[in-house]
C-alpha cells in the first residue's frame, strides 16, 4: 500500500481507426530505452539505463 499506483494509460496513445498504440515520450538514442521528463530543477529528458540527458532550451 505505500507506492502509488502507476497511470500507464498516460504514457501511450492509442489510434482505434488502425488498431496502433504508440508511445507518447522519447527513447535514448544511445541505448534505445525509454527516457523520463523531469522538470526540476530545469526542463530535461534523462536515461535510466545510460545517463544519457538531452536539456531543453528556454525560448
Do not use: Q
Request: proline share 3%.
Amino acid at each position: 500500500m505505500g507506492k502509488k499506483a502507476r497511470e500507464l494509460w498516460k504514457l501511450y496513445e492509442v489510434d482505434y481507426k488502425n488498431m496502433r498504440i504508440t508511445f507518447k515520450g522519447r527513447r535514448c538514442p544511445r541505448c534505445g530505452k525509454f527516457m523520463a521528463h523531469h522538470l526540476t530543477p530545469m526542463s530535461r529528458w534523462s536515461c535510466g539505463g545510460c545517463g544519457y540527458t538531452d536539456y531543453e532550451r528556454r525560448h
